[in-house]
């Protein structure tokens, strides 16, 4: 899952994009309204979580326009962060758009478990998805295999979680470096080829995730 981080307080993007990171999600962290826009122009999002108070504008503007300006990406999901507090501003921002409020100061724990939930908005699984033998559980982040743990890492859990979201797709190298990696990564780099292969190594006989040569990669729905 890849998440926008717009937030104008530094110290406090460092900690929750840190954070983020460690919880296994592809994060990209940007501080104005204008650096925002460049962002949702060339790249999509699952989750965006937009503070409201900006230096160079309202992040309230910005949900409105992702609701109807075709130059923007809008993300799957849109989470206010906010020192409003007032009932008259989260209704504000719901009505603006957003999906969720959360006020601050917050606990990392809840923005962690609110971002799950937004995920799972719209999904028919809850705290756990089960594809053929394969079970993740996206509040521990562990993984299973015909009940028999996977002992992954957090690179490898977000890409199965990833190809989890999307049984039986072909999904291509750019699209998993665009969900799984975040801005940082190196396109060029063999990185989606080299995290996937020890993925498919832990995930054991017969193989789960195919290659489609010139195409690109497919987990299976119908595993044996």
């Known amino acids: 899952m890849r998440i926008l981080l717009l937030e104008d307080d530094a110290d406090l993007a460092d900690v929750v994009a840190l954070g983020l990171r460690n919880e296994s999600y592809a994060v ?4 104005t309204y204008a650096g925002a826009e460049e962002l949702l122009r060339t790249t999509s999002y699952d989750v965006g979580c937009i ?9 309230l503007d910005l949900i409105r326009r992702l609701a109807g300006d075709p130059d923007l ?3 799957r999901r849109t989470l206010a962060l906010t020192a409003r507090d007032a009932v ?3 209704v504000a ?3 603006a758009g957003a999906d969720d409020y959360l006020v601050k100061p917050f606990s990392f724990a809840e923005l962690v478990a609110r971002i799950r939930a937004l995920g799972r908005r719209g999904d ?14 996206l509040a521990t982040h562990r993984a299973w295999r015909a009940g028999v743990e996977l002992k992954l890492t957090a690179r490898e859990y977000s890409l199965l979680r990833y190809f989890m979201h999307h049984p039986g797709e072909l999904l291509s ?5 665009e969900h799984v990696w975040d801005a940082n990564a190196d396109p060029f780099t063999a990185s989606v080829r080299v995290i996937l292969s020890r993925l498919r190594k832990k995930l054991g ?5 195919t290659t489609v040569t010139g195409a690109g990669y497919q987990l299976k729905e119908e595993q044996s």
């Open 88 to 90: 008259e501003d989260r």
């Open 205 to 209: 006989e017969p193989p789960l995730i």
């Open 73 to 75: 990406n809008r993300p």
């Open 124 to 137: 028919d699984h809850g705290s756990t998805l089960d594809v053929g033998e394969l079970t993740l559980d």
């Open 173 to 177: 190298a750019e699209d998993l470096l």
């Open 93 to 95: 921002g719901l009505d």
């Open 28 to 31: 990209d962290v940007v501080d």
């Open 51 to 59: 503070d409201l108070t900006l230096p160079d504008g309202d992040g």
